[in-house]
Each structure stands twice: as structure tokens, then as C-alpha cells.
């Protein structure tokens, strides 16, 4: 496949989905408003998916390893910062719950990367494996494994917006805005620390080149501690945020799970894959459930996103922002 | 065309002692022997080659010197420090900068940044003085990016400086390749054949760059390269390796004369 066709191929997707999102409105079986919720609901989620989905590819970028064990690291950091918060301020359970990440992403490097270096992919994969399933036992047996309500004073009332256009305004889940800004504010100061600083630079370059990364001087091992560090920082975002939407309890661990195929969607290389991506699943799946759910029985949202991955896999491997090659050094 | 004898000699160029030495190396892949008890040394100032023919192992040794290789036996001694093997980081660290025979850059990033990535040890403010641009780090930055803007106007690629490497041809590539390793401003240079796959023109140029860091700067260069021309020209000293082995060792002048690197070469016309 050659670059005109696949920038084709990219674009007929978007007109596709763009026409997917507007169908509803034109084939007369919604109300404006309500479509307008359903969008706004769906890009919400979708912002959540994009969080999980950017620290799958910052460690795959830095590391090329597929880190099965982003879901449990986001249930992990949930965990620990609720039970934290028990006996500390809301402030001060972040920081000891970071500090947290932290000593797990140097625990991680030291115990599975670093052995382990210049294995196949599929063995540091396996490895992943092992780590989530540790972290998983390790949160359960230290923090306990019943559900616990984290609430960090979100609001929960929805509110009601443009009452004065449509009649009846629309509803939008106040938490769910919150929540967006913050994630939005998470990317921003990634981007921040990629593009600006040196370590950010330094961090580029090893997603680059390893061999030309450790040849000026930048310290694999440490960069691998950082990444590990980041994408723990990414977890627990995500954690607070679902956290406090429903519970602190394992079922966190299979949303994180929809990450999967919103990086196969927008290429496992790709940071803005990961967002676009991110908001096309949540989208696509709100949206096709509401509508079409009630043609086809309903569920969509459980399948919708594997079946969209499923089909990237087969026409289109390398997603719709990643490279075409995906190579270890 | 011998374009050392046409320059001046400068202060820089005056050849010092030993900063380099490899004593013994011996490197093995599974069955295959890489390097057999290989001993040479590097001194201050000097432009040394080694060539070989293909396979011989010169790759293999530069990977030794700067650590992406432990050999299994011999000992490496830089500025004082005997070791068995070096790091990647320690070398860099200690001012050894190399580029690679297949590129090694920095695909995704522009010719500015993969630059100023080769400063990365030099930098020495925090992360989050450096992304807020504040006090010591403004000034930090301001000074990283005027050095490599030098290094830029130096290889003439200041028409490409924002674009990404990926996207220049491999001539420049190549030169992008010599500037980030310059940009570490490093006390050794070691360069993986800088000059393969380039035409006429361009190989003048590169060889005009390699003469001019080692003039300018004085700045020890250990070369690999197998045009035989080039080689005569610009190093001061050669080792030459046939099959993981030293064959022979001396000015441009004994090599070309010695036996045994006649024989080794007999066949294969560079
Ligand atoms: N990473 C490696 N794994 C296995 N064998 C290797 C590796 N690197 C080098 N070799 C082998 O070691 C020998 C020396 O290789 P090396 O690359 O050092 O040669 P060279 O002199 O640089 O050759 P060329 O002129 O082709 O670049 C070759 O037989 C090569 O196949
Ligand atoms: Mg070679």
C-alpha cells in the first residue's frame, strides 16, 4: 500500500465515521438535543480510553513492550490513593500514592526490564503479564479487594445546558466535564515535558533509537524508570477519575482493557493516535449503542470497540497514525 | 590531492600522547570470532583509521571502544582508566561521541533537535525549570541552541534545521549524523564509515568537516572507511584488521607498502 492510498484509505474512514456520527440526525429518528448528549457522552468516555491508551504507548514507545499491565497499574494507583486517603488529606494521599508509582515503575525496571533486556518482544509481553497479575494480588492483599467509593468532592448533579435554544437544554454530566479538563490538563503537560525539556528530548530520542539514544550518553535504564514513572502518573489519573465514577473495585482493571484496541486504532507509536483514537471509540460506541442498539439487540458498547480493532488489524496493522515498521533494537 | 600536507600546522594538530589504547581485545559472536586478540592505540590530536575488508571486524572494535560490545578478553584503557569493558553513557559521559555505519538518528525529530539531543549531558538545569523556560534554564537553553546552531552553519544544513531527519536525503543524513556526535563537543570522535553510499562531491565535503573538527577543535578522530584515497589523506596513522585479526599498524605510507595487506586486499580493489 502506498502513501496516496493509504492517506485515502484514512480519509474515507473519517468521512465514514463522520457520516456514522450525523446519521442519526438525517435519518429523522433523533431530536438534536439528544444527539447532541449521546455525542457529548460518547467523547467523554472516549477521553478516559485516550488516558489508558497514552500510557500503553508512552512505555511502548520508550521500551517496545506491550505493558498488559496498564489496567492493573490504573486499579492499583485507585486503590492506594483511597485507602490512603483514610488516613490523609486528599493532597497528601496523591503525592504518597505517586511516590507509589514511582518506587513500582524502579521496582519494574529493575526486576523484569533489566534482566530481561534484548529479549524477543513477546517475552517482555509475558513479563507484563507476570507484573500485572503481581500488582493485582500485591494491591488486593495490602489495600483489601472490597469496592470503596473514592470521593474527591466531584460533583455528581448534571447540569442543564443552552435551556434557552432547545426546549428542555441538554443534560451533561458535570463529572464527566471535570473529569475531560483534567485529562485534557494531563496531556498538555506531557506534551510540555516531551516537547520543552531536555529529558523530554532525551525520552524522543530513545523512542527513536535506542542504540543512538545510549551513544550520546542517555541512560537507558533511567529513561525506562521515567517512562515506567509517567505512565504510573497516567494510571492514576485515570484512576481517580474512574475511580470516583464507579468505585474503587476490579471491574477498572476491564475498562482499561478497551485501551487495547483504541491503540491498535490509532497505531501503537502514536501519541495523538491515542487521543483521536481514544475519542472515535468512545464516540462510535455511544452513539452506534443508542441507535443502532435498538435494531440489533442491544450491547454494542461491549463489542463495538474489538470489532472496529479487528478490522484495523486486517486492513490496516499499523493504525492510523503508527508506523509501519515496529522494530526493537 | 594530499589535503593534509596543504594545511598549517596549528596547536590543535600537534599529536600528544596516548588517550586511547585497546590491549588484547578478544570478541566472539556464538562461533564466530569478531576480534582476536586486537591491541592499538589512539593518540591526542590524531586522526587514526582502521580499515580492513568487509567483516573484518573495524565495526565490531569501534562497538568495543564505546561499549555496546564487551569483548571477552583485553582491557580498554581511556585517559588513565583501564577497563574490561566500557558502558554506552560512561563513554559518552567521558567525551567519546560516534555515529553509526547504518545512520542511527533520531528519525521522528528535526535536524535542530536531534542536535541539541546530542547535548543532553551538557545540560545540567532541572526538568522543570527547563519547561518553564525560568531563570538559569532560559539562559541554559539560549546557549545550547547558539552552540548547535554553530555546529549547523559549520556542515551548511541550515536549510533543513526544522526538518525532520527521516525526510532528508542520506548525504545529509550522514552530516546530520557527524553534527549530533559533534554537538556532545566530544574529546573523541569515532565514525563508522562517514562516507559510504556518498558521490564524489559529497565525500570532498565530509573530508573537508572531518579536517576542519580535527584542526579546529583538535578533537581525536578514530575512523573506519574503506575509500583508499580518503584514508591516505586524512589519517595520520592506520591499523589495519583482516578477519578479526591486526595485520598491520603505521602511517598511511608503511600500510600501503606492507605484504601483508597487500595479500589481504588482493582481490578486493577499493
Ligand atoms: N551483533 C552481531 N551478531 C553476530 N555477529 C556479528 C555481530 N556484529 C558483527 N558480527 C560478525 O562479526 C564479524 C565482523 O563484523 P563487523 O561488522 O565488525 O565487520 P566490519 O569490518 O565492520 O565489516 P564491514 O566493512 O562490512 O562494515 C562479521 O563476521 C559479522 O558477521
Ligand atoms: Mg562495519
Not at chain 1, 490509532?266 to 464516540?283: E, K, V, Y
Not at chain 2, 584542526?215 to 595520520?236: A, C, R
Request: charged share 20%.
Amino acid at each position: 500500500m502506498n502513501a496516496a492510498t493509504s492517506r485515502n484509505l484514512t480519509i474515507a474512514f473519517f468521512v465514514l465515521l463522520t457520516f456514522g456520527a450525523l446519521a442519526p440526525m438525517a435519518f429523522g429518528s433523533a431530536r438534536f438535543p439528544q444527539w447532541l448528549e449521546v455525542v457529548i457522552g460518547g467523547l467523554m468516555s472516549g477521553v478516559l480510553y485516550a488516558l489508558v491508551a497514552i500510557g500503553l504507548v508512552l512505555i511502548f514507545k520508550a521500551s517496545g513492550v506491550f505493558n498488559f499491565a496498564q489496567g492493573a497499574m490504573v486499579l492499583f494507583a485507585a486503590l492506594t490513593l483511597v485507602r490512603v486517603m483514610e488516613k490523609l488529606p486528599f493532597a497528601l494521599a496523591l503525592v504518597v500514592t505517586l511516590a507509589a508509582m514511582v518506587a513500582l515503575a524502579w521496582l519494574v525496571e529493575r526486576l523484569v526490564l533489566r534482566p530481561l533486556v534484548n529479549q524477543e518482544p513477546i517475552v517482555l509481553f509475558m513479563a507484563t503479564l507476570g507484573v500485572a497479575y503481581f500488582i493485582d494480588g500485591f494491591g488486593q492483599l495490602v489495600w483489601g479487594s472490597d469496592i470503596y467509593t473514592l470521593d474527591i468532592g466531584m460533583p455528581k448533579e448534571p447540569k442543564i445546558l443552552l435551556e434557552g435554544t432547545f426546549e428542555g437544554g441538554i443534560l451533561v454530566s458535570t463529572e464527566d466535564v471535570i473529569a475531560a479538563v483534567m485529562a485534557g490538563l494531563l496531556v498538555a503537560v506531557l506534551a510540555l515535558f516531551f516537547q520543552k525539556t531536555g529529558t523530554g528530548r532525551a525520552l524522543r530520542a530513545v523512542a527513536d533509537d535506542h542504540q543512538a539514544a545510549q551513544s550520546i550518553g542517555i541512560p537507558l535504564n533511567r529513561i525506562w524508570v521515567i517512562v515506567w514513572s509517567v505512565a504510573g502518573l497516567v494510571a492514576l489519573v485515570s484512576g481517580v477519575i474512574w475511580g470516583s465514577k464507579l468505585g474503587v473495585q476490579f471491574s477498572l482493571q476491564l475498562i482499561a482493557l478497551k485501551a487495547l484496541p483504541v491503540v491498535i486504532l490509532g497505531g501503537f507509536t502514536s501519541m495523538p493516535g491515542a487521543i483521536i483514537g481514544g475519542l472515535i471509540i468512545g464516540l462510535g460506541e455511544k452513539v452506534s449503542e443508542v441507535y443502532l442498539g435498538p435494531y440489533l439487540g442491544g450491547g454494542i458498547e461491549n463489542w463495538f470497540a474489538y470489532v472496529l480493532a479487528l478490522i484495523f488489524l486486517l486492513f490496516r496493522p499499523e493504525g492510523l497514525f503508527g508506523e509501519r515498521h515496529i522494530d526493537r533494537v | 590531492m594530499n589535503l593534509r600536507d596543504a594545511e598549517p600546522a596549528t596547536v590543535a594538530r600537534r599529536v600528544g600522547d596516548v588517550i586511547l589504547a585497546v590491549e588484547g581485545v578478544s570478541l566472539a559472536f556464538g562461533g564466530v570470532k569478531a576480534l582476536t586478540d586486537v591491541s592499538f592505540d589512539v593518540r591526542e590530536h590524531e586522526v587514526r583509521a582502521i580499515i580492513g575488508p568487509n567483516g573484518a571486524g573495524k565495526s565490531s572494535m569501534l562497538n568495543v571502544i564505546n561499549g555496546v560490545y564487551r569483548p571477552q578478553a583485553g582491557q580498554i584503557t581511556y585517559r588513565g582508566t583501564k577497563r574490561s569493558a566500557m558502558e554506552p553513557h560512561i563513554a559518552a559521559r567521558a567525551g567519546i561521541a560516534r555515529t553509526f555505519q547504518s545512520l542511527a538518528l533520531f528519525k521522528g525529530m528535526s535536524v535542530l533537535d536531534n542536535m541539541l539531543a546530542g547535548r543532553t549531558l551538557l545540560m545540567k538545569s532541572n526538568i522543570f525549570l527547563q519547561a518553564l523556560r525560568i531563570g538559569p534554564a532560559l539562559a541554559e537553553e539560549t546557549e545550547h541552541r547558539k552552540r548547535v546552531e554553530d555546529i549547523i552553519d559549520f556542515l551548511e544544513i541550515q536549510h533543513v534545521r526544522k526538518t525532520p531527519v527521516g525526510r532528508l536525503p542520506y548525504g545529509l543524513q550522514k552530516r546530520v549524523d557527524l553534527g549530533r556526535a559533534l554537538a556532545a563537543e566530544p574529546k573523541v570522535l569515532l565514525l563508522d564509515e562517514p562516507m559510504a553510499g556518498m558521490n564524489v562531491e559529497e565525500k570532498q565535503d565530509m573530508c573537508r568537516f572531518i579536517l576542519d573538527v580535527n584542526d579546529e577543535f583538535g578533537t581525536t578522530i578514530v575512523l573506519i572507511e574503506h575509500d583508499m584515497g580518503v584514508v591516505m589523506d586524512l589519517s595520520d596513522r592506520v591499523v589495519v584488521l583482516d578477519y578479526g585479526r591486526k595485520i598491520a599498524d603505521g602511517t598511511p605510507d608503511e600500510v600501503r607498502a606492507n605484504q601483508a595487506v597487500i595479500d589481504a586486499y588482493l582481490g578486493v580493489k577499493h
